[in-house]
């Protein structure tokens, strides 16, 4: 079984959040901080659910969803009031199977399917203000990033990236919206939503990594809007530990390479 730990940062010891007869993988934090989200994965990986559990260990873990499911992608909106995700749907074990569903947390005794299609749409994250969805689909035949309104995810469609792209991460603002471009750089949309949603421009903010180093796994946008954390990969190093990389005032070097 695996469990869950809470690091305290930055030079705090690890906290043990999970015990016993679960697995739990896939965590996430509530907006507010109190409370963690993960995965549950039972017996052979036959019955999923997500789960979430108060970040100080109090308490018994609460159930959002239970059931037969094969879930990825979890988030829950700035005003904790939504949490999206992608699910496999009754297509089987296609790539092109996931689609996108979200619940209304305290509210919706079931999920809503919110975007689904002959491709595969996966990596929903709903903008600080509520008001829009980023997502990816491969409906172009290769990932790119979208996004539509929210939580009426039929008003319109708009795409993001231009040659590929993944892992969308909005800013604390909502101004701008991350990517990964194929090559693994971090691209930063600018966008504005008002009178209607559009993509100012676009710039790579953190280049791709050069020979002998990789990035790994997704990276995030700490909520002050001022920093971004990635794993890197060293390669040809042998026992060497893994690291993270972090990019500070990464606004401020945005402004300097794309005047407003």
Do not use: C
């Amino acid at each position: 079984m695996a469990d869950l730990w809470i690091k305290h940062l930055p030079n705090g010891p690890f906290t043990r959040l999970t015990f016993g007869s679960i697995a739990a993988a896939l965590p996430f934090w509530f907006p507010r901080g109190d409370r963690v989200g993960f995965l549950w994965r039972g017996d052979e990986g036959t019955r999923n659910g997500w789960w979430s559990q108060r970040a100080d260990g109090t308490g018994n873990p609460d159930s959002i969803l239970s059931g037969n499911f094969n879930l990825t992608d979890p988030h829950v909106s700035a005003d904790g009031r939504w949490m999206v995700w992608a699910m496999r749907d009754a297509r089987g074990g296609s790539e092109r199977a996931w689609d996108i569903y979200g619940m209304q947390l305290g509210a919706d005794s079931a999920p809503r399917q919110l975007v689904a299609g002959p491709t595969a749409d996966a990596q929903p994250r709903i903008s600080p203000d509520g008001r829009w969805l980023a997502y990816v689909s491969l409906e172009s035949g290769r990932p790119e990033v979208y996004v539509r309104p929210f939580p009426a995810v039929d008003g319109g469609k708009w795409q993001v990236s231009l040659e590929g792209g993944s892992i969308p991460r909005w800013a604390p603002d909502g101004r701008e919206l991350f990517f990964l471009n194929p090559e693994g750089a971090v691209v930063a949309a600018r966008v504005a939503t008002s009178p209607a949603f559009t993509v100012v421009d676009r710039t790579i903010l953190m280049p791709a990594p050069g020979e002998g180093t990789s990035y790994f796994g997704p990276y995030d946008v700490h909520p002050d809007g001022r920093r971004l954390i990635r794993a890197r990969r060293l390669t040809g190093q042998e026992g060497a530990d893994p690291g993270l990389v972090v990019v500070e005032n990464f606004t401020e070097e945005l402004k300097q390479r794309v005047p407003r």
